[in-house]
């Protein structure tokens, strides 16, 4: 587990999708170190549950803050439900797959995905990026995924918005760096999440093992303290990433996906996932 300080990062950070997955556990590991969490996602009572037993255990004030990221209003509300707290950190996490045939997919669906995917991000870089700049310290980390190094069929609108978020982050890191302020991408590989299995993929029948969540977001926060640009977790995935071209990796990857979305039913529908 990753402790980062408080005199940095603290004393409040945000964390969307943060109900389950990479979320909750950047919420326990911050916890651990000490701040205090603002935790958004849908699922209110999952929030509360994990609120109450850090707050418990760690001995941090949590506020927890039901919101779908890819309504209209959503940055409002979060601003609003926000003013009063000195924001140090924010970790935007939030994110869905839709995996199948992109013309097989519902147009309406993939709209709302690219709002949660890429807008979500933005909206957040940029509102409390200003309170960071101000504060003259703090960070941001913005997670991506190892899809946005290429394209990848039957994954396309995904890859492709997880490219915009490794691209933003890479370039605000440069930005941010003369305010004081921290920006880390962290694109992790297949790690241990409800994405996974939402999105048809068994775990137990994978190329290789999907990454502890633990692992990933020590990882992350470790390369969010030294201040990198751009994180991969894990050693294989780092060396898979630089030594596949990419238009292997697309073909790879896309025979991969067209296995899990083979004779799916859930495909002229979508899925949406609001943690990764």
């Not at 995904?158 to 605000?172: M, N």
């Not at 029948?205 to 990198?228: I, Y």
């Not at 294989?236 to 292997?248: D, E, G, H, K, V």
């Amino acid at each position: 587990m990753r402790r980062i300080t408080l005199n940095t990062f603290g004393p409040w950070a945000i964390i969307t999708g943060a109900s389950s997955g990479i979320g909750e556990e950047f919420a326990r590991q911050l916890a651990a170190s000490g701040l205090h969490l603002v935790l958004v996602a849908r699922r209110l009572q999952a929030l509360n549950t994990l609120g109450s037993e850090l707050a418990r255990t760690c001995g941090i004030s949590y506020r927890a803050i039901e919101l779908d990221l890819t309504a209209d209003d959503a940055l409002e509300k979060l601003s609003d439900a926000t003013r009063d707290l000195n924001i140090g950190l924010v970790i935007s996490n939030a994110g869905a797959m839709i995996p199948g045939d992109f013309l097989s997919l519902d147009y309406q669906a993939l709209r709302r995905d690219l709002r949660l995917n890429v807008q979500a991000h933005l909206d957040l870089a940029y509102h409390f990026g200003s309170h960071l700049a101000q504060r003259g310290r703090g960070g941001l980390l913005l997670v991506a995924s190892t899809t946005g190094f290429q394209g990848i069929p039957f994954a396309a609108e995904y890859a492709a918005a997880k490219a915009y978020v490794l691209s933003l982050g890479e370039a605000l890191h440069v930005e941010f760096q003369r305010m004081g302020v921290h920006v880390t991408v962290l694109s992790p590989g297949a790690t241990d999440t409800p994405l996974i299995a939402a999105s048809g993929f068994d775990a137990s029948t994978m190329p290789m093992k999907p990454m502890a969540t633990r692992q990933c977001v020590s990882e992350g926060l470790a390369a969010l303290a030294a201040n990198r640009a751009v994180h991969i977790p894990g050693y294989f995935n780092r060396m898979l990433t630089a030594l596949l071209p990419r238009s292997l990796a697309t073909s790879m990857y896309g025979s991969m996906m067209r296995q899990v979305t083979a004779g799916r039913s859930v495909l002229s529908k979508g899925i949406l996932q609001e943690t990764q």
